[in-house]
């Protein structure tokens, strides 16, 4: 009998994160960013510093704070956000905020994905918040949190003829975009782990996604995947990875097969995962091993980022990146 315990990382591949290299840090102090991601399942707060070396920046996550609220399950039910979600998700804001204050970071910024946008009530709650706490949170579409989420380019290097594809599972869309040779495509779907709780998808979006891989998947020799979102770093974590940054579609399909007879009860108590999380698990491996499966990728990257990461890179370009000034064809 397979058990997650079982499930080891031989053959696995690494992709690894940029990070410090010989030339070192070249700034005594880093630069605050803070970030605020109102998501469908949670709310993040991303508390990060940036210091500037000779091979690049680098990105330092000081802290990152979770607050589950399940504003994904209003919204995509209801058609609203519930007065109760409501005053939790003022609250979370008000407390992120106290914490940004005493950070004093350079800049922050706050955005609301799918089930804010989606929401009957979702302006109302931005103006609401603004007007009690201060904070302008930006309801972003689709098309912008893939935008965002990309921005994080986690990879070092690129295989040749080959290209990089990146998924985001979240609890209301799933963004994928494929990079190569400079150019990139992306697309959102509005499909997450909560709407298929929920069974919310329909066949034909799960068509349309399919149809959009496989046609952009198979122009190239080889393709890499990287995959964000909370569930695939516990699924990480659940088969026992050594190097914690990449899993097979094989043991993914072991940790699967593990959690699926396991009842909700029993993934929290016997396997520690958060109530929030333990009825999620499940859907989120259909959509990355979907993804994988339709790209005929066989290993995916796992650097621990996400849309809040995406902010604070994009924050970083606008404030501190220095622009390198177009010089005159005929100068």
Request: charged share 20%; aromatic share 6%.
């Amino acid at each position: 009998m397979t058990t997650l315990k079982s499930i080891s990382n031989a053959g696995s591949k690494m992709i690894r994160p940029s990070r410090i290299g010989k030339g070192g840090i070249i700034t005594t102090n880093g630069t605050r960013f803070a970030a605020i991601d109102i998501g469908s399942n949670a709310v993040r707060l991303l508390l990060s510093e940036v210091f500037d070396t000779e091979i690049g920046p680098y990105f330092r996550k000081i802290s990152l704070i979770r607050m589950p609220i399940r504003l994904g399950k209003d919204a995509f039910i209801q058609g609203g956000i519930s007065n109760n979600n409501v005053e939790r998700l003022v609250s979370t804001i008000e407390g992120f905020n106290h914490l940004i204050n005493a950070y004093h970071p350079m800049d922050f910024q706050a955005c609301a994905t799918s089930a804010m946008r989606e929401s009957s009530n979702g302006v109302k709650i931005k103006n609401r918040i603004k007007d009690q706490t201060g904070v302008d949170i930006r309801i972003i579409s689709g098309e912008e949190e893939a935008k965002i989420i990309f921005a994080n380019k986690p990879w070092n290097s690129m295989t040749d003829g080959g290209a990089w594809l990146y998924v985001d599972v979240g609890g209301g869309s799933t963004e994928i975009a494929i990079f190569s040779n400079n150019k990139t495509k992306s697309r959102s779907f509005n499909i997450g782990t909560i709407r298929l709780l929920e069974k919310l998808v329909k066949k034909s979006q799960w068509k349309e996604m399919k149809a959009w891989v496989k046609t952009h998947a198979p122009y190239f020799s080889h393709i890499n995947a990287i995959g964000s979102g909370g569930n695939i770093n516990k699924i990480i974590k659940m088969a026992n990875h050594t190097d914690g940054k990449s899993i097979t579609y094989k043991k993914m399909m072991k940790v699967k097969a593990c959690l699926k007879p396991i009842s909700y009860e029993d993934r929290i108590v016997t396997l520690g995962l958060k109530p929030d999380r333990a009825d999620v698990i499940v859907p989120a491996l259909k959509i990355y091993m979907s993804v994988m499966k339709w790209g005929g990728i066989e290993n995916i990257g796992v650097p621990q980022i996400g849309l809040a990461d995406g902010l604070v890179r994009l924050m970083y370009r606008r404030h501190i990146q220095p622009v390198v000034p177009k010089i005159a064809a005929n100068a």
